[in-house]
């Protein structure tokens, strides 16, 4: 009875909530509500036209329709539901049970470990902490990374929630992001502790799934490959969404996996959570997701299960209204075309064929994080020795990992081809832990064909040490590089000028550059200043400038007539940027 009535007050309580809130759209009329967006979250990117390329006055009538249909469809929701609230319970008291059993199975595992194998996992955990903070303090403030911590994280929670001005806003990332900067005053560590804590995490489900269903070497030998690889390395510390991402794509994976081997509806659960959770991370997750689903149709296909095909069913159809409930309100706020038009990607047909194979090539050596592409073929020939010598081992696991890179594959072709568009490869960052889980596993395979324990422990040395050579590589290349998006040499002489521009003092600053304009804002937020005036648009005669800041393109174009910098000496250049100084004794 006790837990009927909370059950009950949750329920009343968001509905009042709901009515509440759809009676503030119905009582602000469209230029009140435009007023009061732009006097509370003035700084918010692009702010000054959120009425003519986002929240238009159409917008405004779909938003509050919108509104309108959610707090009836949970009413709906909740009366028809009502009724089963003991089904309801009942199930949640199974997937209470099922976590029980779970964690205890977890708990015996750990106790068979020996103090060794315990000293090397403490070992492990140090060594990747180490290794990460390590990356955090050398990788720069990437200006992704900037970006969304000043227009998102450092924003009020209802930015990331409605607004989606550019594909930076990682939605869910940004929420948790957005709970660390109430305690951290660094944007750099309020951006990349939520990356490294998901790392963590993501390692911790990889060890213990290898550890329970292999054994302790495979599981120790994939989680220092996936340690180790660069772009694991490097979206473990960017403050950015894929890292968050890949660790509900790589729990979806098993938790479908685990579902379909023991039809467990903890597993089921988990499924659906960590599905909406990527998506909601990031709207690429459609490409894990697509995979699911296509080796979900096969096995319906192959086995003709019914009951399998109605929870199949039912459990797609809940992810994905889900999503659609829970981006609703971007699509609502910000349109249909901010969330799928990305002009960073966007790409004509002719550009789209000649680079579609070549990007797949491409990513495959990026996110398998191999050097000349030689270890492509061992991966796929592993692949084939796995599948075609299946009967010598008793794993079903084995089959699973080759089905779903099968699958996936097949997947991300697919919606390339039904996209035509071609994305940046760290979108499917989670495939660089999938290529280290399943090769450790075959190497396991083999060892256990030949029969002979120290072939997989010399194979797991040449694939560790690949992937640690590879990795130093690609460290040293991108940092060292001169203008790469990792490169150590741009974003320090960027800060430097930043720096020295702040140690001015200036009170007006016109800047048409986004490089500059993003880490002037930066600087503003992490020295808690008001000041300086930051103009984006056309320089104006009437404003005394401290600093002027023209881009590549009004440096190659005539300067406005209304504007001249006869006042005003040139300090330095930027990547074809000019910054400008007026000239100290003619400050006003």
């Known amino acids: 009875m006790y837990r009927k009535s909370v059950f009950f007050l949750l329920v009343a309580g968001t509905g009042i909530l709901l009515l509440y809130y759809l009676f503030l759209c119905y009582s602000y009329p469209y230029a009140n509500t435009i007023a009061w967006i732009k006097e509370h979250f003035d700084t918010a990117y692009n702010i000054a036209s959120i009425d003519q390329d986002y929240f238009t006055q159409f917008q405004y009538t779909l938003f509050w329709q919108w509104a309108t249909l959610i707090t009836l469809l949970y009413w709906i929701v909740v009366l028809c539901l009502w009724h089963k609230y003991t089904q309801i319970v009942l199930y949640l008291s199974v997937v209470k049970s099922e976590s029980i059993l779970l964690f205890e199975n977890l708990q015996k595992q750990y106790h068979v470990l020996t103090t060794y194998q315990k000293i090397v996992i403490l070992v492990l955990y140090i060594g990747a902490l180490v290794h990460h903070i390590y990356y955090c303090i050398e990788i720069p403030f990437n200006v992704d990374e900037v970006f969304a911590y000043n227009y998102f994280v450092h924003q009020s929670?209802?930015?990331?929630?409605?607004?989606?001005p550019e594909p930076n806003n990682h939605i869910l990332f940004n929420l948790f992001a957005s709970v660390f900067d109430l305690f951290i005053h660094d944007g750099c560590w309020t951006m990349r502790l939520p990356s490294l804590l998901a790392n963590l995490c993501l390692l911790t489900i990889i060890f213990i799934?290898?550890?329970?269903r292999v054994n302790f070497r495979v599981a120790l030998v994939a989680t220092i490959c996936c340690i180790i690889s660069?772009?694991?390395?490097?979206?473990?510390?960017?403050?950015?969404?894929y890292m968050l991402m890949s660790m509900w794509a790589?729990?979806?994976?098993?938790?479908?996996?685990?579902?379909?081997?023991?039809?467990?509806?903890?597993?089921?659960?988990?499924?659906?959570a960590s599905s909406i959770a990527g998506f909601y991370t990031h709207s690429t997750f459609l490409y894990c997701f697509t995979g699911l689903f296509l080796?979900?149709?096969f096995y319906i296909i192959k086995t003709q299960n019914l009951e399998f095909i109605k929870t199949a069913l039912w459990t797609n159809v809940l992810i994905l209204s889900s999503v659609l409930l829970l981006y609703s309100p971007i699509l609502a706020f910000s349109g249909w075309k901010a969330l799928i038009d990305n002009r960073w990607i966007a790409s004509n047909q002719t550009y789209f064929l000649k680079m579609f194979f070549v990007q797949l090539l491409e990513g495959l050596s990026l996110l398998t994080d191999v050097w000349h592409k030689v270890y492509i073929?061992?991966?796929?020939?592993?692949l084939f020795i796995g599948f075609v010598f299946r009967k010598f081992i008793h794993l079903v696991f084995i089959r699973q990992l080759v089905a779903f890179t099968f699958f996936q594959v097949v997947g991300i072709i697919l919606i390339l081809l039904i996209l035509r568009r071609l994305p940046p490869l760290r979108v499917w960052t989670y495939l660089t832990f999938w290529y280290p889980i399943t090769l450790s596993v075959v190497l396991y395979l083999l060892s256990v064909w030949i029969k002979k324990q120290y072939v997989f422990i010399a194979l797991s040395l040449c694939l560790i040490i690949s992937v640690s050579l590879q990795s130093i590589h690609s460290y040293q290349q991108n940092l060292t590089s001169q203008n790469g998006p990792f490169s150590q040499k741009f974003y320090t002489s960027l800060q430097r000028t930043v720096d020295y521009i702040f140690q001015k003092n200036p009170q007006k600053i016109f800047v048409n550059e986004h490089w500059f304009q993003f880490y002037l804002r930066n600087q503003q937020i992490k020295r808690q200043l008001e000041t300086?005036?930051?103009?984006?648009?056309?320089?104006?005669?009437?404003i005394v400038y401290d600093f002027v800041i023209f881009s590549p393109d009004m440096v190659s174009h005539k300067l406005p007539d209304t504007f001249s910098l006869q006042s005003y000496r040139l300090i330095t250049e930027f990547e074809g940027s000019k910054i400008y100084e007026r000239i100290p004794q003619q400050k006003e």
């Open 377 to 382: 073929l061992i991966f796929f020939l592993g």
């Open 295 to 297: 080796w979900e149709m």
């Open 157 to 164: 929670p209802l930015v990331p929630l409605f607004y989606y």
């Open 209 to 212: 799934y290898l550890l329970v």
């Open 230 to 241: 660069f772009p694991t390395s490097i979206y473990a510390t960017q403050g950015r969404g």
């Open 532 to 542: 300086p005036y930051i103009d984006m648009y056309l320089p104006r005669q009437e």
């Open 250 to 272: 790589i729990l979806a994976i098993l938790s479908f996996i685990e579902w379909k081997r023991s039809s467990r509806k903890i597993y089921l659960l988990s499924y659906i």
